[in-house]
Structures are given as C-alpha cells and as structure tokens.
C-alpha cells in the first residue's frame, strides 16, 4: 500500500515535471516527451494523466470565470442551472443587459486587438455610441417587438466571433445559458451539456462524429460502424452519414408512419454504434416510438440521438397544454442526446441551433482538438471556425424574451388553428392527414387513388398558395406559424375546390415542379435521380 501510493506519487511528479519540460518547450523536451510517451504505456498510468490534466483545466478556467468578480462571488458555488424564465423577460431590460455585456467585451476600435474581428475603421463604432446611449441605465426605454429586439442584438453582435471562448466572455455566457436553457426545457439535469451550432444539420453532423468517435475510442473492433434510423429521419444523418464514413441503415415506415419495431430491432447488428429516432419528423409531424427504441439501446448497450430539430421548442409545450405528446426527452433513460433548433419554434434568427449531451463526458468526443499549429494551440467544438456573434446574442435574447409564458401562449394558438385545419381537410372527399401528428404540422395526403397530390398542388398555387410536395407517398406538408392564424377558412376551402376538381378530372398536373416529381417518381434507379439533382444544383446556382 505505502510502496504503491510512493510509487503513484514519483510517477504524478514525473509526468507534472514532463507536463512542464513539453509547456515550456526547452532543452529537455525530448526526454520529458519521451518519458510521457513510455509511462502512458503503463497500467492506470493514463488515468492518471487524465486527473492531473483536468485539475490543471479546472483551475485555469475558475481562474477565467472568476475574472471581474467580487470576493462574495467568487465563494459561491457553481451557478445553479439556467433555465428559461417562467415570464418572458421585457425587451427594455433585455437592451439593457445587452449594453452592459456589450461593456464586457474588447473594443475592436481600441486598436488593441489583432484577431478574431475584421471590421473597418469606421464600422461598429457607430453602434457602439448608440448602444451605450440609448440603453444606458437612466434612459427609460420603450418595449420594442420580438423581430426588433433580435435585430438589435444581432446587429450589436455581428463583427464578434465565438471561435475563441476566451475573446468574448459574454458570447460565451449567451451560448452556455442558451444550451443550459434548451437542456433544462428537454428535462435534463445540470450535467446536460451541448453547444449551439449553425443551425439543425451542423448539430446533426456534430452528433455523428461523436457518437463515431466514441465508439472508435470504446469499441475499436468496430470497423465499419453503423447507425439506424427510420426512412423518415431527416437527410441531415445521410450527409453526416457521408461526411463520417458511418453506414445508415433504414427501417421502412407502415401507414402510421411510424417504424416497424421488430425490423427496426432486426436493422441492429453488431457494428451498431447508435439509434435514431425523430421527434417529430419534419416530413409528417409524426413523433418516433423514442420510449421503444429507448428500450431496445438499453437492451443492445447503444446511445440514442433524438432529432428534435423540429419539435424540441415546440413539444415541450404541447405536452403541457395537455396534448397528448409520446416522451422523446431526458426523460427516458435511453437518450443522450438531442437537437433542437432556435431558428424553427425557438423563434430565433436564421443560423442557431443547439445539440445537448446528457453528460459532458459524451460531448467530449465532439471538441476537436489540434496542439501541432505555429498559430497557437487550437481547439474547437463544431464544424465552423469562425462563430459569428450575431445568432448566439440573438438566440439568447430570443429564449428569455418569449419564456416559458411566450413559448406556450404561441404554442396554445398554433395548435389551435392547426387543430382546426386537421378537421376541416379530414373532412374534405378524397383528401386525408398522414399518420397521427402530435404538434403544428401535418401532411395531406390522398384517400382515393382518384386523387393525384401533385395536381392538387398546382391547383393551389394557381390560387397563390405555395405547396411543399412530398413523397413515398405523395403529400402536401405543412408546417403552422403565427401567421396562418386566421387563413384557415380559406385554405380549407381552397384544398376543397382543387380536391374536387382533381377528383373530377377537370385539372390535371402540370408541367413544373410537379411534373418534375412525377416523372422522377417513375424512374427506379435513385442514384440516376441524385445525378438529376446534382446537375440541378450545379445549375441554378451559377449567374
Ligand atoms: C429542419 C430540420 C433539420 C435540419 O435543420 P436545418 O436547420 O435545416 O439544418 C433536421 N431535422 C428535422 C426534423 C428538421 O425539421
């Protein structure tokens, strides 16, 4: 005993010294690296390494956090977990809470900074006047709307970069009570933890490549990994699935567009390193058994990923309004991760989203990591370098303008009117809803073969509406928003008519989108239609 832990203790300084001899760069480097390289190889050496660098971690980020506190502060332990206010906070305090962590940040016109910012002479400084000016804290300030006070914080935000979380402590306050209070909204405890990327497929692709390198590091007989999904999983896990070498692997979906259980079980093999599930896919607003896919990881030792891009700032309403909404969230123990993006029912600006680990020691495998560059030692957790500062301060604005009070009275009014619409189109003869949607959105599709969607389709947009065609089988979606709150009349009437006239033979599809669909519908060779896609996109977007 005393022999081991002497033994522990010349190792711990050994390794501390070669920490140093490789922090300081000089003569011995060498040797120091070469020592740390050979005790890495010894039995419980590397947990031990691992102890020390994260004591060593800690300390340097009390440090960081602790800058600019009070005494009394700084004995306070750990903040507890932000979540979202119960009542949306007025946009005034907001502007003024936006002024004083605008103060916190480096001036890029002080001339004393040489990265992160490319700004010109004269840009930001006028903002900066008009910031301190007009949200000083004496001026009483009039309660702007939601859309203006996310512009205001974007805008003050906008040179500002989140590459580097130590350049713009407020930025990175905004980014970890966005997170902590997305976290807390899916019923995670204050172990929950994530980051708040680009948008639904940057949190995609970042749980991809850690569920990956997870299992490389954990499971590293598995050579050609795999993951399962149902077919109505968006394409965001095909990309992420290309992108990371890991094979997707499909379940089909019945009528109720749900995923049959026993092929999903059967779709699991032993190169298997995660489940999927959605909650709700975008295609039909249908939620995922996550509770039976839950049980089946639990059962095989695999993680599940739950996309809530769609849902995540919608659902946890719904459910409280007392709909009925299948678990999908923390709450069931099989999930350890989501995503959820601000910039859909968040009602953020365009480019936020957030993906939240049930525990740090998951999310780890998502920080990349690089100490070889003459530019400085250089970690980063997503896929982007540069973080525009813009999105993050305008999520965070977002999130404790509306809170919990904000979230639930848009929600209790989407559902109201999508409630209504669900009604009126069931109602209509050879038009139906596609499976049981649990939140604002459906899809409409055809009762009767007598029924062509696509012609549908054209005979709404001839009366200006602008339809979303889908397929496998073929429907027209819907996603609901504040303002199709009182067109319901109108687009239930109008689906009507065009039902009616498709039934009757009187319009037919035409050529265009729909005829486009139509025509590759027919072709059976998928990879033959993404060839057509691709020359599409290489196409359109030339001038
Ligand atoms: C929108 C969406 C995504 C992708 O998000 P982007 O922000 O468009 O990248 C992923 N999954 C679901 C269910 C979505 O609705």
Redesign the pocket.
Known sequence: MEWFSLLEHIVFTVIVAGLVGIWLNEGWHGIARSTVVFLKTLPGIQQLIGVAVKSEVDSFVKSLREEGKTPKEKAKKRKPMVTLPKKGIPSDELRKEMAVAKRCEQDSHSGKIFAMVYTMEDDNFELQEEVFDMFSDKTILNDVDHDTLLKEFHHAFMHENALNPMFYPSLRRFETEVVSMGAAMLHGDENATGSLTS??????LMAIKTYRDRARKLHPGIKDPEMVAPIT??P?FEKAAHYFNVKMVHVPVGKDCKPDMAKYEKAITANTILLLG?A???CHGVVDPIEEISDLALKRGLPVHV?????GFMLPWVEKLGYPVPKFDFRVPGVMSL?A?I??YGYGAKGA?IVVYRNPEIRKYQIFAYAGWPGGLFGSPSMAGTRPGGHIAASWAALKHLGEDGYMEKAKMLMATTEKLKNGIKKIPGLCILGDPVMTCFAVGASDSSVDMLAVADAMEDKGWKMERQQFPTSIHCSILPQHVGVEDQLISDFKEAAAKVKSGEVKSKPGASAMYGMLANIPDKALVNDVIVEFFSEIYRN
């Not at 948008?199 to 995609?204: K, P, Q, R």
């Not at 996309?307 to 849902?311: I, Q, S």
């Open positions: 948008g639904g497929t940057e949190s995609i999983i968006h965001a959605s709700p896919h975008y996309d809530a891009c769609f849902g995503s993006d910039h859909k989203s």
